[in-house]
């Protein structure tokens, strides 16, 4: 990849970004050594591994990576035959193993998906784990680096008795001290060390006093470092100790370094996937700070589409940074985009080119869902003041050497952002090479984008085939920049405006004015217009589309006030039928009571006849006075209506079933059906009255069965043709009409098709309990298009 592209678009700035994410500066330096790649199984291979550890760090507990120890040396220095390492080498291997251990089974473990172990596998699987070796190196080497007294018995026992000779021999060097007289000390006099020797300071006129060995002086010669003659020989077995001290300390190093020198390969291993784990791991934290969504990757031939596009450097920054949208259709290979400076289109340019950049190096753009981003096999960049005295190049000249080396490489899968040009020339010949450059790449098929200020260059969209106008937007009034990209309309520069806000003289603007071609002035009259119809169009467009979300949430609103009327319909027929039911067991119950009393009591014969028939006509006359009472309340209701005053759609109250209410659905001469929530009666006209529409929600009146008039049951439905929405009324409708009717089963056709229908019915007849079986029809009844229901 055109390593001078890359740094125009800041790409390298935008790795040091990411590599702040990362937990160790090994991860942080393997992200900014990230480059582009054009082969797109690679590229989606990356994406799935940072998307992997993306759910890991965005878990509701969050997985953290152990650590990544910077053990390169001591694995360098493992590679020597024979040389022991270092306790701080110990101690950083010792590190790399509690890591490499930890990290394997938390992404093993419960934490992670099997989904995610699996796509991390070529991570997880070279982690090491050595608990015994990991153990023995702590057990060996504080947190400082230093042997412990316990790495061995040896050690230990050399160490406690060379603490104890020195104690001993500090005490008597004290007492050599103390007998000194007080010409012969030395001010704030202590016991020192001079070339591994324990020492006393004394005045150069005591050294005959004192006798024994010289081993220092001080700067002044004044004071000398004697060892006493008593001291000697403590001193020599000092010195033994420390010799057994360090050669007992080789020895557990030496042993120490073998038992991790048939390791070093498994441990290198180790430390690359955790190197690697950092740098996926910074990538994943980066994407959920900046809000990266998945993007779509596509062939430059195709095109590409940018949704609300963020440019990650002005995001970091904290800049409150308006998002663009840009799609670029497979016909379109040439934008060009216009407006006056500051507007950002530079920054539009560098965005563009760095999104495809950071995409194939296996990191998510600053994108939004919907996004395609092409894969360049090249970007070139031209973009910026290049002007080099060193290599006697003007700015003109610096330009041109980056378009030569474009037009004779790219191809129609490269990227090339040109920004300004035809600039730093005569704006004729700028227009007319910028021109023939931008119409040979959109000939040859190569995306391309480029900025201009250039009048003539914005005809090109006109006259050459796959060139799109796009323009950066400018308020007018404000003068100020909105940054919002327009594509297909070119831009104005808005000079004189700008002039005429810094107070230029109305004179010179005016001539200024008059200067431009009449041509040209109508030109940017209509891009005027545009922009204004375009303001226009956006506010409405946006005004539509708060109705139409105000239009869904009512629609949405009202499914629910649906969803629930129904449910409660459910709930008051279960209801009234649980009811119905019991008043049926009870009544069973007294049957069954009489018939076993007069089986008891057959032997009195005619008399227990007359008996039982007593109770019936007992029984019977209740429910006459019942009647009678009921008739009484109904003619001393104080208003009747006219048969004539109901018609078809009223909404009435249906008094025999107290008050509910309902809709007139047909006339029947005297009589009216009623549908009352799913149930259908044939009721006089006269028992109804009128009611409001909006009473009639959610009343829902199920009658029990001695309530209902006898109706005409069909023993076979046909649903063929319907929706699945529109069955289920006509399902339990049939299944009301034949329990009324005592019918035993019924079939219900609602043919083969795609299953969605039978699939519905079944649904509704597991969830009926007055149905008994169901069950797929025989060959010779319909086979899978009719479902026969078997019936309480």
Request: negative net charge; charged residues 30%.
């Amino acid at each position: 990849m055109n390593s001078h592209a890359l740094n125009v678009i800041e790409f390298p700035r935008t790795l040091a970004l990411i590599s702040e994410r990362a937990t160790s500066p090994l991860g942080g330096e393997r992200v900014r050594e990230l480059c582009p790649a054009t082969d797109r199984d690679v590229i989606e291979r990356e994406h799935t591994r940072v998307a992997a550890v993306r759910s890991l760090v965005a878990a509701e507990e969050p997985w953290h990576l152990h650590g990544v120890p910077d053990a390169r040396s001591a694995l360098l220095r493992l590679r020597v035959e024979g040389a022991s390492l270092a306790p701080p080498d110990l101690l950083v291997l010792g590190a790399l193993l509690r890591s490499s251990r930890i990290t394997r089974d938390s992404l093993r473990g419960e934490r992670a998906s099997p989904i995610v172990a699996a796509v991390l596998a070529a991570q997880i699987e070279p982690l090491v784990a050595n608990k015994n070796i990991e153990d023995t190196i702590e057990r060996a080497i504080d947190e400082d680096g230093q042997v412990r007294d316990d790495a061995s018995s040896t050690l230990k026992k050399i160490r406690r008795e060379l603490k104890g000779s020195q104690g001993e021999l500090v005490k008597l060097l004290e007492r050599a001290m103390a007998k000194l007289e007080p010409h012969q000390r030395v001010a704030d006099m202590s016991v020192t060390v001079r070339n591994g020797r324990f020492v006393i300071p004394v005045r150069r006129e005591a050294q005959g006093v004192v006798g024994g060995i010289v081993h220092d002086a001080s700067a002044t010669g004044g004071t000398l470092f004697v060892e006493p003659p008593a001291a000697v020989e403590a001193g020599n077995r000092i010195r033994e100790l420390q010799i057994e001290e360090v050669e007992e300390i080789d020895r557990i190093l030496s042993e120490l370094t073998e038992k991790l020198r048939p390791h070093r390969e498994a441990l290198g291993a180790s430390l690359e996937a955790l190197i690697t784990l950092d740098s996926l791991v910074a990538r994943a934290r980066y994407a959920i700070e900046f809000r990266c969504a998945p993007a779509e990757l596509s062939d430059p031939t195709e095109g590409f589409a940018v949704v609300e596009g963020r440019h990650p450097l002005l995001v970091a920054q904290g800049i409150d940074v308006v998002p663009f949208d840009l799609e670029m259709l497979p016909n379109e290979r040439t934008l060009l985009i216009s407006g006056p400076n500051t507007g950002g289109k530079t920054v539009l340019l560098k965005a563009l080119g760095l999104f495809s950049a950071l995409v194939q190096s296996g990191i998510p753009a600053p994108v939004d869902v919907g996004s395609r981003i092409a894969i360049f096999d090249n970007i070139y960049a031209d973009v910026g003041d290049e002007q080099s005295i060193l290599a006697s190049l003007s700015t003109f000249s610096a330009h041109l050497k980056n378009l030569a080396e474009v037009l004779s490489s790219a191809t129609e899968h490269s990227l090339v952002l040109i920004d300004e040009l035809g600039s730093g020339t005569d704006p004729i010949e700028g227009a007319a090479l910028g021109g023939a450059i931008l119409e040979a790449l959109t000939a040859r098929r190569t995306l391309s984008i480029a900025t201009t200020h250039l009048g003539a260059l914005k005809e090109l969209a006109t006259e050459v085939e796959g060139v799109v106008n796009a323009s950066l937007q400018f308020d007018p009034v404000a003068l100020a920049p909105t940054y919002r990209l327009t594509k297909g309309v070119p831009g104005r520069s808005y000079g004189i405006s700008i002039a005429r806000r810094l107070n230029l003289p109305s004179e010179i603007l005016a001539r200024a004015e008059e200067r431009i071609p009449a041509g040209e002035r109508k030109v940017t009259a209509l891009l005027g217009e545009l922009e204004a119809r375009e303001k226009t169009l956006a506010l409405t467009e946006r005004e539509t589309s708060e109705i139409a979300e105000d239009a869904k949430e009512r629609t949405r609103r009202v499914a629910e006030r649906e969803r629930n009327v129904r449910e409660r319909e459910r709930e008051v027929e279960q209801a009234s039928r649980r009811e119905a039911r019991q008043y049926l067991l009870e009544a069973r119950g007294e049957v069954e009571r009489t018939i076993r009393e007069l089986k008891s009591a057959s032997e009195l014969g005619e008399e227990a006849a007359r008996e039982a028939r007593k109770r019936v006509e007992t029984l019977a006359n209740e429910q006459g006075r019942e009647l009678d009472r009921l008739g009484r309340e109904t003619e001393s209701e104080p208003e009747r209506h006219d048969p004539a005053e109901v018609s078809i759609g009223d909404f009435v109250e249906v008094e025999t079933l107290g008050g509910r209410i309902g809709r007139v659905v047909e006339i029947r001469d005297d009589d009216a059906v009623v549908a009352v929530g799913v149930m259908k009666l044939a009721l006089p006209r006269s028992s109804l009255r009128p009611a409001q529409r909006e009473t009639a929600a959610p009343e829902v009146a199920v009658a029990v069965r001695g309530d209902l008039p006898e109706v005409d049951a069909a023993s076979e439905i046909d649903l063929r043709g319907l929706r699945v929405g529109e069955i289920e009324a006509i399902v339990m409708h049939a299944v009301d009409a034949a329990i009324r009717a005592d019918l035993k089963s019924i079939r219900i056709i609602h043919g083969k098709g795609t299953g969605a229908l039978r699939e519905r019915v079944a649904e509704m007849l597991r969830k009926e309990s007055r149905v008994t079986n169901f069950r797929i029809g025989a060959w010779n009844e319909g086979a899978a298009g009719v479902t026969v229901v078997e019936l309480k």
